[in-house]
């Protein structure tokens, strides 16, 4: 990209993202540079605070700014029910759209060998030793409708 440096390297940043190419990427930030330079700057501190502040609930494994994520900390919520989901996001939506009041597990992914995505890299030792504990009567494993998702929850099973 000829012209400035800085803007080369914002486009480049903002390709990490899912789905935006060098296009999109570009489109963005020239819009952010043009016409929305509060936005930008509110989007880099959000950005900054959220990388440093937020983290997985030490329970559930769900992203969270505390150690303890407010699903599980909430008393009110079904604790002998447990959903295994691959992501944080598949609890959002679980939560939105369901009136499911159990406890989660997030396996953080799926089992995929070609990737080397092994069981010990989604947690299944915690998710074991939360089993073991015995205050789980129902297990509920909502994996994502895809290969990978289908072996995750086969093993599981």
Known sequence: MSGSRLIGRLVESLRCLPGVGPKSAQRMAYYLLENNRDG???LAEILGLAMDKVGNCSECRTLSEDAICALCANNRRDRSKLCVVETPADVHALEQSTGYQGLYFVLMGHLSPLDGIEP?????????????????SEMIIATNPTVEGDATAHYLA
């Open 40 to 42: 930008g700057r509110q």
């Open 120 to 136: 010990q890299e989604l947690g299944l030792t915690t998710l074991e030793q939360r089993l073991a504990e015995g205050s789980i």
